[in-house]
């Protein structure tokens, strides 16, 4: 088991990436996203020499079979909004959320930013992104009733809540920063186990009905933990 892509080592062909089950999967074993060609993407495979212009195409690659992979590569960049609803587990990989080249899900969506939908027990992580919708987006992120891993993601300025956890599975949050979203930070609804650790949460539910929280945890279920977070609202 990984928990680290450092753990995966280098194979002869590729480099290996920790993929959501906590298992090493090799480059080939990847589906690739990069728009900044957009003349020739949308003709695009998914292969690292003929990327997918956009996350949900290639969510949608996974889906419908065409691809068996279990990690989705994205190249830094803007990227439309996109829901994740296939069966067994998968990683999202952005560039990372900070720097010069981050890779960014802005626009505006009726359910959130990254909507991770109902579907099989397995987790779904989502990993070095940037998340920031426009318009009546009522989410940043939405983990509906699936199992989330959250790490090193930017969820920042949405307009309304940053991160909604709902249903029974377990939201993890780790090494990230929640800023700026009006009616709420993270939200991890009553059912819920979660394990939020090493995060920055600030500046939410200046607009919130009621009182305004950071971070709101409804009565869940173990494991909960939440440890080494700096809050400041």
Known sequence: ???ADAQCGERADSIA????????????EAIFVDNRMPAQCPSGDGSEGAPLCQIGAAVGRIKGGASTARVVVIAPG????????????LTVLGSGMLGSAPTVVMG?????GIWIKQG???P???????VTTTGMTPRGIYCEVRSCQLREVWV???PRIGIDASGAGRLG???SIVDDNPEGGVYVHAGRSFEIVNNFIYRNGALAAGSPYGVRLDPSVDPRVFRNNTLLD
């Open 17 to 28: 990436l920790c993929a959501a089950a906590g298992s090493c999967v090799r480059k080939p």
């Open 1 to 3: 088991a990984c928990t």
């Open 108 to 112: 505006a969506n009726a359910t959130a």
């Open 173 to 175: 949050l780790f090494r």
């Open 156 to 158: 920042t300025l949405n």
């Open 124 to 130: 779904v992580e989502i990993r070095g992104l940037k």
């Open 78 to 89: 803007t990227y439309d909004p996109f829901a994740v609803d296939t069966d067994g587990p």
């Open 120 to 122: 099989t027990d397995d």
